[in-house]
DNA sequence: CCCTGATTCGC
DNA sequence: GCGAATCAGG
């Protein structure tokens, strides 16, 4: 039959809503329907009030949604941390200013946030920096040195000591 | 530069 | 209602 204009029929709009709720993207909706550009599709879903989906099960990002972040959404929720022995502090430590840190709050994990980290704690950078769950070992670090007694171990191992770690691969 | 969704607006 | 063009962002 000659069907030139593919338009939005019962099917096809109940394959949008049920991978569009899959989470799949734009895009991918718009290549699997076929003949529809990604446009169209999130034209469609805005239209259909599909908008604002919540799964992204795949590796669909929901990246650069307008910004529908309201004050009252971005207020963080307060979270109790647990609250743990700090580390205690190399001898030179705070001397004036800072308040009396008798508690620094503590991830069980031993890592901590930038607003965690303190002098005598170790930086050394745990994950993605890009992303919230980012943070540094913040392990008592050796009095003089930004890192922990292991960290250092990795940071200022001796060129004689790296050496011998090379492997023979991709060689052929 | 790749990708994402959101919005606009002529059709 | 439709979707290309554009926008805004990761």
Redesign the pocket.
């Known amino acids: 039959m000659t069907d030139a204009g ?3 029929t019962k099917e096809r709009v109940e394959l949008l809503k049920r991978l569009w709720s899959d989470g ?5 909706i718009a290549a699997e329907i076929g003949g ?5 599709v ?6 259909l009030g599909l ?2 989906r919540v799964a992204k099960g795949n590796g ?8 529908p972040r309201t004050e009252a959404e971005t207020l963080l929720p307060v979270v109790e941390v647990p609250s743990v022995i700090a580390p205690e502090p190399p001898a030179l430590a705070v001397v004036q200013a800072t308040p009396p840190v008798a508690t620094v709050a503590l991830p069980e994990s031993a890592r901590v946030t930038i607003m965690e980290l303190r002098d005598f704690m170790c930086r050394w950078p745990m994950g993605d920096p890009s992303t919230p769950d980012f943070r540094f070992c913040g392990d008592r670090a050796i009095t003089g040195l930004p890192y922990c007694a292991h960290h250092s171990r990795i940071a200022y191992q001796p060129a004689a000591e790296r050496k011998r770690d090379r492997k023979v691969i991709g060689f052929r």
Request: no cysteine; aromatic share 4%.
């Open positions: 593919p338009s939005w799949r993207s734009a895009s991918q529809v550009s990604r446009n169209a999130i034209g469609k879903v805005h239209r908008a604002g669909t990002a929901p990246a650069g949604s307008r910004r």
